[in-house]
RNA sequence: GGAGAGGUACCCAAGUGGUUGAAGGGGGCGGUUUGCUAAACCGCUAGCAGGUGUUAAGCCUGGCCCGGGUUCAAAUCCCGGCCUCUCCGCCA
């Protein structure tokens, strides 16, 4: 959520930055503009009238102790509480119209960000396997760790299934980066719910504007997260966090839900964009002076599982015609798929400022003790299936065995390799 | 799922619709005393949000879980929601 003073400062200033996204959001803007104005005459005007209302209910209250009349004052009283009332019903509509259409607004980009995505280095080297590469998919039903068709009679398409090593790979994966991030990063591990309330999802940004991505409950009480980004920067919701406890660093592995509505016929096949992941997620809680630092930091922790890893990828500054919602900047870290002969994301590390916390009233305690909006940053550390995905393309062989990368030999029993029939 | 009880400040807790502008403890902080510690005594300890001021002082409004309502006036009465606890039932 924007700060709307800024918006009462420079509206123009905020629709022109706004457009860097590639949206006009004039009419939003002056809507919210205008919505405050109204907000505040119309409170002027009751908190006047309630501050005689106050002054005078004690004379009453005085009078009726010593037993005097005060039917005249309790009369005139009668008509400024009307007028209150119908006043703050008004004050009520303005203000939840004003908080709904702010809900709305995205974050504003962070200063010289180009409007397209820019490449800002490559690591590794994409390299010829030697023999015509398989994808993913290909490789991981041949070698019988992945089932699509029993995927799809359970659930339907977008759905995978992994069985015998392939559970294995997914698992030991993810320990991996687990581990690397909570013994070598400094996070603590979090397992939180996976299903959690509207406000929590308004909290980091999903609700109300994308509740069609959403996977919710059919009374509509409760929604799937789709991303632990969401229950761990919510971690800090409504509350002042101690400045001496800053940073958080909060790491988590949750199954996460997407329906991916506007994406049919993208990416149908294997495991990129299903409706149901595994992404290990890393969360910062950084005071506002650290948070620039912080996400370069955040980058770097990333980056650092697909180094073990031995993967190819690139690093990102996703411009502000991509950017998303809550975020102020964005890289993304992107693989090489030899199969499929393209990059794929398999991180988003963002910085959202103080635009989450605004939404969640997370705050801390400034220098001069007065309270500020924390920043919140989250990293994909990273998409556990994307990276199997990415696993099988890269350390496939001729024969259609796959190497298991040094790193993870010993979350898969010390295996070299995954044969087919193997378990 | 059924039946109850309850949500008041850092914690515990009182609270008859109008000196509650929230009692009283505990804890914390400061002080007196003291060789030091303890004890005792004294003092302070509602934070926060919003509006309006020249990002001042000040003034005003709202804050007793949240949101409505009744009333001249609500922590107190009524309705709804959320949460916690107890008992019963069911259950990995």
Same mark, same amino acid.
């Given at each position: 959520m924007l700060d709307i003073n800024i918006i009462r400062e420079d509206k123009d200033g905020v629709i022109k930055e706004l457009s860097?996204?590639?949206?006009?959001f004039s009419k939003d803007i002056e809507k919210i503009y205008f919505l405050d104005k109204s907000w505040r005459e119309l409170l002027k005007k009751s908190d006047a009238l309630k501050a005689e209302r106050n002054s005078v209910s004690t004379e009453i209250g005085k009078l009726k102790r010593e037993k005097k009349s005060a039917d005249e004052k309790i009369a005139a009283m009668q008509i400024i509480s009307e007028k209150i009332k119908e006043l703050d019903a008004g004050i009520r509509e303005v203000r939840t119209e004003l908080k709904s259409a702010l809900l709305l607004v995205p974050n504003l980009i962070e200063k010289d960000t180009p409007y397209e995505n820019t490449v800002l280095r490559e690591e590794g080297e994409v390299k010829d396997l030697g023999f015509p590469a398989k994808t993913h998919w290909e490789i991981g039903e041949d070698l019988g760790i992945l089932d699509f068709e029993a995927a799809v009679s359970l659930s339907g398409s977008r759905f995978a299934l992994l069985k015998g090593l392939g559970c294995n790979l997914e698992r030991g994966l993810a320990n991996f980066m687990l581990d690397t991030h909570t013994s070598k990063h400094g996070y603590t591990e979090i397992m939180p719910p996976i299903l959690v309330r509207e406000d929590v999802m308004v909290g980091t940004g999903q609700l109300p504007k994308f509740r069609d991505d959403m996977y919710a409950l059919d009374d509509g009480s409760m929604f799937l997260i789709p991303t632990s980004e969401v229950p761990l920067c919510n971690l800090v919701r409504e509350k002042i966090t101690?400045? *001496? #406890?800053?940073?958080l660093k909060f790491t988590a592995l949750t199954s996460c839900f997407r329906? #991916? *509505?506007? *994406?049919?016929?993208?990416?149908?096949?294997?495991?990129?964009?299903?409706h149901q992941f595994n992404k290990v997620e890393l969360v910062n809680i950084a005071s506002p002076e650290e948070s620039e630092e912080m996400h370069e930091k955040l980058l770097e922790e990333s980056e650092e599982i697909l180094k073990l890893l031995g993967l190819t990828y690139r690093v990102l500054l996703l411009g502000s015609s991509d950017t998303g919602f809550s975020a102020a900047k964005t890289y993304d870290l992107e693989v090489w798929m030899p199969g499929e002969k393209l990059w794929r994301e398999v991180s988003s590390c963002s910085n959202c400022l103080d635009f989450q916390a605004r939404r969640m009233d997370a705050r801390t305690r400034g220098k001069d003790s007065s309270t500020v909006y924390l920043h919140t940053l989250n990293s994909s550390g990273l998409a556990v299936g994307r990276i199997f995905a990415a696993v099988l393309e890269n350390y496939q062989r001729a024969d259609g065995s796959v190497a298991i990368p040094e790193v993870l030999q010993a979350y898969m029993g010390d295996k070299k390799e995954i044969k087919k029939n193997t378990r």
């Amino acid at each position: 959520m924007l700060d709307i003073n800024i918006i009462r400062e420079d509206k123009d200033g905020v629709i022109k930055e706004l457009s860097r996204r590639g949206g006009d959001f004039s009419k939003d803007i002056e809507k919210i503009y205008f919505l405050d104005k109204s907000w505040r005459e119309l409170l002027k005007k009751s908190d006047a009238l309630k501050a005689e209302r106050n002054s005078v209910s004690t004379e009453i209250g005085k009078l009726k102790r010593e037993k005097k009349s005060a039917d005249e004052k309790i009369a005139a009283m009668q008509i400024i509480s009307e007028k209150i009332k119908e006043l703050d019903a008004g004050i009520r509509e303005v203000r939840t119209e004003l908080k709904s259409a702010l809900l709305l607004v995205p974050n504003l980009i962070e200063k010289d960000t180009p409007y397209e995505n820019t490449v800002l280095r490559e690591e590794g080297e994409v390299k010829d396997l030697g023999f015509p590469a398989k994808t993913h998919w290909e490789i991981g039903e041949d070698l019988g760790i992945l089932d699509f068709e029993a995927a799809v009679s359970l659930s339907g398409s977008r759905f995978a299934l992994l069985k015998g090593l392939g559970c294995n790979l997914e698992r030991g994966l993810a320990n991996f980066m687990l581990d690397t991030h909570t013994s070598k990063h400094g996070y603590t591990e979090i397992m939180p719910p996976i299903l959690v309330r509207e406000d929590v999802m308004v909290g980091t940004g999903q609700l109300p504007k994308f509740r069609d991505d959403m996977y919710a409950l059919d009374d509509g009480s409760m929604f799937l997260i789709p991303t632990s980004e969401v229950p761990l920067c919510n971690l800090v919701r409504e509350k002042i966090t101690d400045a *001496s #406890e800053l940073p958080l660093k909060f790491t988590a592995l949750t199954s996460c839900f997407r329906r #991916e *509505s506007g *994406s049919y016929g993208r990416d149908t096949k294997g495991l990129i964009r299903n409706h149901q992941f595994n992404k290990v997620e890393l969360v910062n809680i950084a005071s506002p002076e650290e948070s620039e630092e912080m996400h370069e930091k955040l980058l770097e922790e990333s980056e650092e599982i697909l180094k073990l890893l031995g993967l190819t990828y690139r690093v990102l500054l996703l411009g502000s015609s991509d950017t998303g919602f809550s975020a102020a900047k964005t890289y993304d870290l992107e693989v090489w798929m030899p199969g499929e002969k393209l990059w794929r994301e398999v991180s988003s590390c963002s910085n959202c400022l103080d635009f989450q916390a605004r939404r969640m009233d997370a705050r801390t305690r400034g220098k001069d003790s007065s309270t500020v909006y924390l920043h919140t940053l989250n990293s994909s550390g990273l998409a556990v299936g994307r990276i199997f995905a990415a696993v099988l393309e890269n350390y496939q062989r001729a024969d259609g065995s796959v190497a298991i990368p040094e790193v993870l030999q010993a979350y898969m029993g010390d295996k070299k390799e995954i044969k087919k029939n193997t378990r």
